[in-house]
């Protein structure tokens, strides 16, 4: 059917650069509004989780959403200096002050007990992802194999190029706590940590280190590279730990 704004372009052929042009305008406009609706239904989409999540309690009773945090839906890229993401050359040390240090290669850490379990992650930027799915294994798995001696206070996750996060070692060998390959069914992407990243969600993300390469198991607390920059040296969410 005709357009109803449609000159008779036969009978006044004159006309038809101007009608097409107002087309191409008209459909550009059309193209501008479906992005700009994209966005937004992106935006409402976040804002229902985030709702959804603030009604919500976790088992243990907190708030499922920490105060300050707004639910996105899926991990923003945060930077950091990457390490190779190849699992062939993925290697992980265990050590400290442990009776049986030991090396992982990746083959190896699939040998030892995995787990799969939900997680909600929380950056200090202010957002959160909330039930994302993690397959690995615990932290008390690597402690336990370790033989953590007497008068072990904290963990250092230590990743590629020097990174490295504490935490403390009652808080770490919780069962949420992995060395975490994939998430959601998938490898972690490299900007995501690949091959192996730690995860210790109910810390602040920065504690959950990338390119992971050690675990360190020490009597005494060696604050990491953000914790020497600034951030808070526990970094609960709960109590909003952000900066010392
Ligand atoms: N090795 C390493 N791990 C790291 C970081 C880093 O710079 N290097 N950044 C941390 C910070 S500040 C955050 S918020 C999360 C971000 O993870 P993502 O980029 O997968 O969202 O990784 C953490 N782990
Ligand atoms: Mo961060």
Redesign the pocket.
Known sequence: MRDPDQPDLDAHPELRRGWDRRQLLRSAAAGTALLALGGALYRIAADDLTRKARAEKRTDGRARLPPGQRVIEK???????PGDGQAKSFRLRVHGHVKTPYELDYAQLLKLPQVEQTADVH??TGWTVIGALFKGVQLATLAEKAGVKDGVRHVVLE??HG?TANAPYAEAITPQNLVTYRMNGKPFAL???APVRGLIPDLY??K????LTGIKFVKDDEPG??EVRGYHNHADPWKEERYA
């Open positions: 991990l923003k890229d945060m930077g950091g200096d950056c200090v990743a590629a990174y900007q995501h940590g993300f920065w959950s280190a990338k390119w590279y953000w």
